[in-house]
């Protein structure tokens, strides 16, 4: 009987061991799984990231370049139409200088004209 008893228990933990650390080796399976389901998520996911700052920075750089065309592009714009108002200022000074100078011309020709008219004598200052 005692050893019947023995034999019992035996068989009784013997399975209970067994079905424990069947239980744990699944339990350790899932977890390895989890593992790897985490680390190829996160793995995905660090991709994803990656590739997002990857045309982030390509947008950066052709903004940078735009900007630089356009900058320069702008710059000799402004340097026509700087140029374009300096010759129409000195166009409009030489106009004014004709200008006065027809005045002048025009109004010693009438003083003259006048003069002539009254029949007085005018001689011309050297």
């Known amino acids: 009987m005692y050893f019947e008893i023995v034999a019992i228990l035996r068989f009784f933990f013997s399975g209970y061991v067994n079905t424990n650390l069947a239980f744990l080796l699944n339990v350790k399976h899932e977890i390895n799984f989890v593992k790897f389901k985490t680390s190829h998520a996160l793995g995905k996911i660090t991709k994803i990231?990656?590739?997002n700052l990857q045309l982030i920075e390509t947008r950066?750089?052709?903004?940078?370049?735009?900007?630089?065309?356009?900058?320069?592009?702008?710059?000799?714009?402004i340097r026509k139409v700087r140029n374009e108002i300096g010759n129409a200022q000195k166009y409009l000074e030489e106009l004014t200088t004709e200008v006065m100078i027809r005045k002048l011309y025009d109004s010693a020709r009438n003083i003259l004209i006048s003069f002539r008219a009254t029949g007085t004598e005018c001689s011309a200052v050297n």
Not at 66 to 77: G, N
Request: charged share 50%; glycine share 0%; proline share 0%.
């Open 60 to 77: 950066i750089e052709q903004w940078r370049q735009r900007y630089d065309r356009e900058k320069k592009m702008y710059e000799k714009e």
């Open 49 to 51: 990231f990656t590739l």
